[in-house]
Each structure stands twice: as C-alpha cells, then as structure tokens.
C-alpha cells in the first residue's frame, strides 16, 4: 500500500515535468496538437489528485502518506527529499490539478494561432510540477528547491509574450522581488537548522515541542518572521506585493493559474505547513502585514479601469485576508479561504479572459489596434452577448463579495471571526485587525460589483465593437461554469448541511485544528472564534451589503456621478493616492533602485578605473621608472665598460648557436617541457 | 597501468604538442586541421584516462593507499621527489581540467593564426595545470605551476583582444608576484621542517612542530602569509582581483573558459591542499579574515557586475563572486557543528567544480554571439567608435530569433544565479550553511549574493533577448553543431548534478573529512 501511493504520489509530480520536457524537445514537430500531450499528462494527475483526495474522506491517523529518501550526505550534514502528505496537502493537490487541468483546456482555445503554441504548455507542465513539489515537499529544503522553480515558470510564463518590454520588465521584477523574500527565508531556514537540527517538517515541529528553542523563544520568533518573509514575497504581500500587478501582463489563463489560485497561494499554503513553529510574536507580525495588505490592495482595486488589474489587487487583498486569518491563529479558516479564493478567483479570471478574448478579437475585426482590450471603460453591456462569461463571473462575485450561498461567505466569515475573536483576547491596538477585516470586506464587494457593472451592463462604449462580440467557445466556457459551481457554498458543505450559513461540512472535518508547539493556546483560539462568529456573521452581512449597495448606486442605477465623488475625494489626494498604488513602485525606484544602480556604477568607477588603472598600475609605473634609472646606471657604467668584454667572446658562441632558435614561442617550452622530463631522470641517478 | 595513469595524464599532451612538429615539417603550417585533430585526439584520450580513473578511484583511500600514487625520488640531493597522488581534492578538478580541455579544444576549432602555435601551447598549458592538481610534492607542484603560466601569457598576448599585451602582462606580472612568494612560503616550509622536504604528506605532521620565528613573527604565520597572497591572487581574492576583469575579457573565448574554468580553483585548490593541512593553526586564527574576503568576493563582484555592459566582463565579476561562495565554505571548517563544517567545505570543493562548468558555459556562450556579432556588448559604451551607437542597447529581443542559443543561455544564466535543481544551488546553499554555523553575521551578509547575482544575470538576460528584436540581428543564426557539442556536455552535468549531487559529493567527502579533522584538532 505504501509502495503504490508513493508510485502515485511520484507520478503526480512527475507527470506534468515530462509534458514539458515532451514539449520542449519535441514541441516543433508536435505543433498544434501539444494541447493533447499536455492534457492528457494533467488529466492523468488530476485523477491521481482525486484519488489522494478521496482518501481524505476515509478515516486515517495521522498523515495519508510519509516517506523520504536521502537526496545526498556529508556524513554529518544529510538532506532528504520526501513527501507528506495529510488532508491539507490532498486538498491542495486536488485545487492545482483541477485548475491546472481547467486551464489547459481553456488555453487550447485561448492561445489558439500563437507561434509558440507548444512552448507555452510546456511551461503549463513546468509550472505544475513545481507546485505539486511544494505540495508534496516534507521538508522546508524540498520546499525551497520546488519554490524558487515555481519563480522561474512564473518568470517564463510573465515573459511569455516577451516580445513585449512591458512583459519583459514584469518577469525580471516578479523574480527578483521574490528572491528578496527567499532570502529571509533561506536564512530562517538556517536557523531552524542549527536549532533543531533538522529541515524536515514534522522534524522540526517536535523538536521545537521537544524544547530546542526553550529559553530563546524570542530566536524562533525570528527565524519564523524570516521564513514567512518567503511567503511575503511568493504570496505579494506587503511590502513585497508591487511584482505581482505588473505580472498581469502573462497570458490571462496563466494569471488565473499561477497568479491567482495556486502559485500565489503557495506562501499560505508554506505557513499552514509551518503552523505548529510559528510563535505567538511571529504569528502577530503575520496578522498585521496580512491586514496592511488586504486593506491597502483593496483600496487600490477600487480605482483601476484595467479588468485584469482589478482581480490583480483583489488577489493581493484577499492572499492578506488569508495570511491576517493564520495570524490570529484561524488556522482553518485561512486554508479554507485558500480553497474557496482558489475556485472562484480562477473563475473570475477566467471570465475576464473571455472578455478579453472577446474583445480583442472584436477590435482584431474592426482593425482598431488602439483601443485596450482590457479596459473596462471600452466595455459595457456584454450581458446580453456573453450570457456563460456574464453569470459565471457574477457567481464568482458573489462568492468573493461574501453573499450567503456563495463559498467566500463561509471562509471569509471564519476570517472575519477570527479577527474579532484576536482583539476580543488582546484589545488595544489590535482593533486594526478586524478593521482592516471588515473594511477590505466592504470594498471588496464594492469593487466587484463596479467590474460587473462597469463590463456587462450599462450602455456599450461603442456600439461597433459590441456588434462582434461573440461569447467564447465551450473549450473556455466549459471551466467557467465548472468553477462557477465550485463557487457555491453548497459544494464545501456537503453532505453535512444545506444551511447557508453554516460552515460545517466535509472541509472543517477534514481540516482540523492542528496544535501550535510554540506557545499559542489553540483551545482559547478556537474557542474565542466560536464566541466571535455570530457577531462577526451579521457585521460582514452588513459591510457586503453596503458595498454592493454602494456600486450599485454608482455604477448600476448610476444616481451618483462617481467622477464628481473622485474628484471630491481628490482634494485629499485620496484618489490618486490609489490610483497610484500608494506610489509604492515609484518609493522603490526612488529610494531602493534608482541609488544602488548608481552605487554599482561608483563601484565599478572604484575598482577599475581608480584602484586597478590607478593604484595597482601605479605600482608598475614606479618599477618601470626605477628600473629606467637602474637601467641606466647598468647599461652606462656596468656594461658598457666591463661587460662588453666578455661580451665579445660570446658573439662568437652565440652566433652558432642561433640556428636553434627559430623565434617559435612553443618550441621553447617544449624545449623546456623536455628538460624537466631530462632533468627528473637525470637527478634519479644521485 | 595503474601506477602510470597519473604520469600519462599530465604528460600525453606533451606528447600531443611534440607530435606537431613533425606534422607542420611534414605538411606545413598552413595545413591547421592536422593541429586540431591531433589537440582533439590528445585531450580526448587524456579525458577518456580521467574517466577510466574516476571509474577506479576508491574516494575511502588516502594518498599513501591509493594504487594510482607515484612516487620516485627526484633530486635526491634536496629530497625532492617525483611524487604525484589523486585524492577526493584532486579527483574533481582532474575531471574538470579534462573535460574543460577538450571542450576548448572545439571551442577553438575556428582559430586560424599561428595554429601550430595556438594548440602546442594550449596542450601545454593543459599538462601544467593537471601537474598542479596532481603534484603531492611542493616542489613540484611548483614547477608545474610555473610551468602553466608561460603559456597562458602567449595564448592571451597573441591571440587575444586589442588589448590582449597589456592584460598578458598584467596577469604574467601578477601572478608572478603571488608566486614569489609561494615561493619564499616553500622554501621556508622546507628549511623548517624536519627532515627536509617537500613532501606535502609528510609535512602535514612536520609542519605543525615548526617553532621558530623572524623578526617577532613566527615563521607558520609567515608562510601561511607567503601562501596566502600566492593562492589569493590566482583565485582571486579581493583586493587581488583585478587582473582577472581584464585577462578574461581579452583572452580568446577558450582561454576564458580556461582561466575562469580551471586557473582559478588552483587558487582555493592550493589553500585545501597545501595552508589547510600543514597549518592547520593558521587556519583556525585566520578563518573569520577569510570568511570576510568570501563575503567581500561575493558582494563586491556581484555589485560591480550588475554595473557591467560588456558580456565578458560582467561574467568576469560573477567569477570574483562565486568563487567567494568557496572562500565562505572553506572558512566554516572552524565551525564547532561537524554538519555546518562538512557542509561548508563539500560545498566549497563541490562550488569549485560546478563553478568551473557553470563560467565554462557563460563563457563558451558570449564566445558564440562574439563570432557572429563581432561585439559583446550588452549596451554600447558611451564613448564607442561608432558614435551613431553609442550608448545604445547592443541586442535586444534576439530570444525569438535564435531559440536554442537563448534557452542555453537561459539555463546558464539560471544556473549562475543559483537557481534549485541546477548545480551551483546546491554547492552554494552548502556554503551558506556552513557558513552560517560558524559567522552568523557575515554569512546573513553573505546571503545578499542570492539577489544580487539574480540582478545582473535577469538584466543582461532582458537586454539581450527580450523586448522587441533589434532589426539589426534579424539575420542572426543560430547555434551550430560543433557548438552544440562543446555546450550540452556541461548543460548536462550543470542539470545532472543540480539533480542529484551525491556522485560528487561522494567522491569528496573523506578527503574533506580529513582535512577538517586536521583543523578542528588545532582549535
């Protein structure tokens, strides 16, 4: 048994690496039929992601499958690679098959005509492997190696219309910005390492309940901060959030795969992994980024015209959402929100995609090369023509706005509890948290519904481009109305309760509370999210109400001029302010960017041109001068009178000897070569 | 055979470069495919012997067990012998050194100046360098090292750059001053031990009982400096570093590959084989200074490279830098955590190694878009002779024109800046750790190269192959068969050994072991 889930276990991972090393080696000759190598390989890992999940329902102690093998030893210094596999990782096996799976089929059609058709799905398959790999990973070593591959399909897949200098640019800074994150981590890494001993997983959970940090707790706050600075940068929060916005210019499937729904959500899946280490001081400073980032990305959502962008940010907004819920200890309710963001944000871009797709084709036909397909203000009543895209992505909006009946309800329900239940305990400043829950909460809805409303109602920005918009095949429809049934709160709960309102189902018996070895008392936790959940149920009602509300105001009924509101709150730079995306791109470039290329620049003025041409340089002129002068002095007094002398009778030699030098560089040395091989035998005779 | 194994690797390209010359009689000079073949033929034996000992070599075995040990006295007089040994330090760069040879040799299948000459000396430079990995006698290994920098300073001076004598010179000069004192280090060793000799087993227990002293100073601490600065200029060391900016960008492509590939790691190789065993004392006192260069090494090349435009140069400054990833590993031998010291100084040998094929393919790689180019530029300088360039990009968006030149590169710039799965990660990341275990501080500092080294591959990757195609490249072709051949051997070893590291690793650790049990006894 355990011989054969390895097998399968090794087969989910490696069947996606071998459609791409089928596509990049053969992808020429395969051509326009790459789509069936590559679905069938993900087809093929989707079921074996079932059958893992489907285990999850059977009842098991402790984890479905662990095993490790040694990768390479030292003798003291060993690294293993290995798998561990519990209901949390069959679960997120499970959501990037299926998605990776929806994706493919949906680029068959997407990226239909596009002359590097195979390469892209070779990238598709690189991609899925990697994050099968930090699925599957059992240790933080395993997990690093497949994270920073995910960085590279994600820089590939970025760049895949590299043609591009905007995409260009946004690949290089998606991965460099992520490697900033990946140091703290690395280095976090190393801590745990020479504290405990270990880099495995469950290693390092005992240890630390073992006591390997007792009297220095205040070093595993750190080495946790540091390892969670990984997930800072792979889940863009902030202040390592500005790469992924910018990642938006890969193909749409792509931003729904990785940027939306599994890449992203690999730095909350790394903290699940490391709950049990993380102190109550490491898991504070996650609560708060995770908030400063759903508040503020939030804030920016509400004033982008680009489609993409929009979703880009609300991405941004609710990965904090999920990182503020592992924070104040909602351990459940964070992964659960990672499951739901996954199904409905994939639908959202997906949606958008079709849109898009609609649109540029639209344009393609009218010869309109200007008009920015992804610009919402070009849109405007494609209801009627793209019925599929329009209520699939209207599900969706539900689902993330936070409406009864949809799965964000649920899961951002549980969030918001767990932030009041956290100031509930510790009162004073971590009012921010539910604050910053409840208010991202209300944008959020609001958002959403100006997207909807702004794309799919309303009077048609020009009534030329609305005549050839079409709705999308059912290669790409197929997976909207798949993940808009996945958006239901329904498909979570089953088969425990029909109940809107109630979370309770097949996921939160699957996902239990785990323990934290590291001082947080999970008993109080959960307990202070059962008081806070009524309370917090009726307040989210109410703020997702309001923002809905609001839009529809807005943009629906359109009562309230929003250019006049903008540039009211203008006065305050309010708007700007979030157009600008707190000019935090142009704070970097300015403090962090711009000052160390031109220290780079000093540094290379320093080692060349000053201390290699001035300093050492300088040093061979000195010897050249003083050899000049003691040249001089040879030549006229020592040579000149007694050596010449002598010097005479060797021209007679010399002039004999000549022949044997032919001016012939090698022949010297060979010369030489021989004689040390003459004098090595000559010198053995004494 | 086995006995002999040593002697004909070191000596058969002799033989090869002797060979020529009845062939440049016999057919004239001009006839340069007689050359080729007979360099192709010479290292390819010669890294089929590599493989054949890689093949016996026993990594359990020290020196004095091991079957393919020489060892003949020499100038009995002076006690100088003929003694050369392979060990898990050796095995590697052995390996390396072979492989590396023979690639160069069809990397350089288009040189036509002065054939006869280019080959003979290239064949000679490739047995000093495997005389200097293979020599257990100091005096010999001085010969040798010798012996391998005469060539080098005609293959730069003739067939280099515009500015090919000034940096021949230059590194002539340079490396002769570091060897003047290797030299006084040797001799010193020699006086001072006793009995006499060169023998550098039998100093690792002579060494030690060394007690005298000149000028206040004691004479271990003086020829650990005299080494020092020797093996610190070949590696090189900052602030010893600057011959090596200019000899690569210089040198021709092979040469580059060479003197990045293989002459640098005499430098570490040195260090391990020689200052880490006979004083070990030394080391102790001297590992934070040398774990500080590394760090400098991998800071300073790193900021200097990003600020590059010449392709050449900027793998130049990335050398400076990864080989400051060894200096770091090596300086952990110190560490009190027998896991943190293993892990710095396997992943110091192991970094030596996938350095040497990491820079082999940079270097082949820039070599390529030379020929056909006849620039390297990332962005033209500001004061270029053609001032309608000046200033502008060199390429741009060629990725699309030439795909499988552009996914080499792709693999090589990865593999550079350290990315999993690729070689250099995992030696890097065992440097780091080792580091880690014994200067925290500094390593944290250290671990800043992971973006850095990032920076400037993901930039000059941009400038050259992303963005739209320069119109001026569209006729650009792509890579070719013999080029094909000299690159995919180390593209495979690079992914091969990202994946699964133990058959190096393997082969290194005892030897490792040794050495740090010699050190940590003198803490």
Redesign the interface.
Known sequence: MESNLNLLALLNLFLPLVSFAILIFFGKKIGESAHWVALTLIGITLVIAMFFFSTVFSPHEGPILQSSIQWFTTGSFTLYLGFLINNVAAIMLLVVALISFLVHLYSVEYMKGDPRYSRYFAYLGIFTFSMNGIVLADSLVMMYVFWELVGLSSYLLIGFWFEKDSAANACKKAFLTNRVGDIGMFIGMMILFFTVGTFQLDGLADGVKDGAFSGNMQLLTIAGILVFMGAVGKSAQFPLHIWLPDAMEGPTPVSALIHAATMVAAGVYMVVRIFPILTPGALEFIAVVGAITALMAAIIAITQNDIKRVLAYSTVSQLGYMIMALGVGAYQAGFFHLTTHAMFKACLFLCSGSVIHAMHHALHELHDHDTDPQDMRFMGGLKSKMPITYWSMLIATLAIAGVPFFSGFLSKDAILAGTLSYYHSHHGWTIFLPLAGFGAAAITAFYMFRLIFMTFYGKPYEQKIHAHIHESPVKMTFPLILLSVFSLALIFTLPNTVNPVDSHGWFTHAVPMVQNNAGLDMHAVEEGIHHAHYTAMTLSLIVAGLGIFVSVLFYLLQKIDASKISSFMNKFKFYDISFNKFYIDEIYNFLLYKPFLGLSWIASKLDWDLYDQKFIDGWGWITLKLSDKSGDADYNWLDQKIVDGFGNLTNYFGKNLKLSQNGVVQNYLLGGMLGVVLLIIIFQQF | MESSILTFLI?LP?AG??LM?PFSKLYGKENTHYFKWIALITTGIQFALALILYRKFDPALSVTESPFTVQ??????FN?Q?FLGVDGLSMPMVLLTALLSFICILASWKIEKQA??YF??FL?LD?GMMGVFLALDFFLFY?FWE?ML??MY?LIGIWGGPQRMYAAIKFF?YTLFGSVFMLLAMLALYYYSDPHTFNLITLIQTASSIDASIWGFSVKYLIWIGLFIGFAIKVPIF?FH?WL??AHVEAPTAISVILAGVLLKMGTYGLLRISYPLLPGEVVNFSYILAVLGVINII?GA??A???IDMKKMVAYSSVSHMGYVLLGMAAAISE????A??GM?GAVMQMFNHGTITAMLFLLVGMVYDRAHHRWIIFPRDYEKPELAGQPGFG?I??QVPIYTGFVALAF?AGLG???LSG??SE??C??GG??AFRTL??IG??G??LN??YF??A??RI?????NETYKDLTDINKIELATIVPLAIITLVLGV???PL?NMI?PA??GIIQIVQSAL
């Open positions: 000596f002799v470069a002797a010359l003949i006295d020499w100038i009995k007089h100088i003929y006869l000459g003979s000396l000679l047995a010969v012996v005469l060539p005609f000069l602030p600057t900016p200019l300073w900021v200097n990003i600020a590059q955590s027998s896991a943190g293993q892990a396997n968006g990725g699309a990865f990315l999993p799965a990660f995992i990341a065992m780091f750790i880690f275990s390593t944290i671990t800043l992971i973006l990032a920076i993901l930039r990757y941009q192959f992303l963005g739209p195609l699964y590291p133990a690793l650790a490792m072991d």
